[in-house]
């Protein structure tokens, strides 16, 4: 239990599809994240939310669409992906978004597209 | 920008073996940490270790900044080490975390 939680854990979705994944951190971080984990490549970071303000974006399709309502809650808005996104979504969270400190992940949402 | 390098990519133990699990980076970093990545994606930190060494029961680390490489030590080694070991370090300034490829540890019964 690293106090970040991911749901769902599995996701089939077609590409016509809207669907959300939602991650909440119990930690009283103020930094939280969005990575993604494709096969045979390393983590590749998406977005980085601080004090609920987007403050990084790596040039991630808009067809990804991230919330951040409150320090706690994360959220990843899904809509008409490609086969090529499925992969395994991974939230971390930190003290602060300055990385100096350590990230904790949730366990993952397991995205596969039809 | 900077460039992570772990070794080696696979590795195969039996129960009760050591091992030693290599990060190299190309440029001075703020930050280093090493996870462990269990059979069902759940990311766990291991160390945070910019530098010097730590000890977590079965597992030490050791970051020599100046030589740019941090080692991961697992003593007698046992099947829930099983995995994949990441290395992440952040480059100074940069304010992220770039991950390694990793090293894919089996450890057999």
């Known amino acids: 239990e690293t106090g970040v939680t991911q749901t769902p854990r599995h996701l089939v979705m077609g590409m016509t599809n809207k669907k959300s994944l939602k991650c909440e951190q119990h930690l009283g971080h103020n930094a939280m994240y969005w990575y993604k984990q494709s096969a045979k490549k390393p983590l590749e970071l998406m977005f980085v939310y601080s004090l609920e303000e987007r403050v990084e974006n790596n040039s991630v399709p808009s067809r990804f669409s991230p919330e951040c309502p409150n320090s706690s809650h994360l959220f990843l808005h899904l809509h008409t992906l490609q086969p090529e996104d499925s992969a395994l979504y991974l939230c971390a969270s930190s003290q602060e978004r300055d990385y100096t400190g350590e990230l904790f992940f949730g366990e993952g949402s397991r995205l596969t597209v039809l | 920008g900077i460039q992570v390098e772990q070794s080696p990519p696979d590795l195969i133990l039996q129960e009760g073996a050591n091992s030693t699990l290599r990060c190299n980076f190309s440029?001075?970093?703020?930050?280093l940490q090493w996870f462990h990545q269990n059979p069902w994606g759940q990311l766990i930190n291991l160390f945070y270790i910019p530098s010097g060494t730590k000890q977590n029961g079965r597992l030490s680390a050791t970051t020599v900044a100046t030589e740019r490489y941090s080692l991961l030590y697992i003593s007698s080694s046992q099947t829930t080490d099983s995995g994949v070991y990441f290395c992440a370090v952040e480059e100074g300034g940069s304010e992220k975390l770039v991950f390694g490829k990793g090293t894919k540890l089996t450890v057999n019964p």
């Open positions: 440029d001075s970093v703020n930050n």
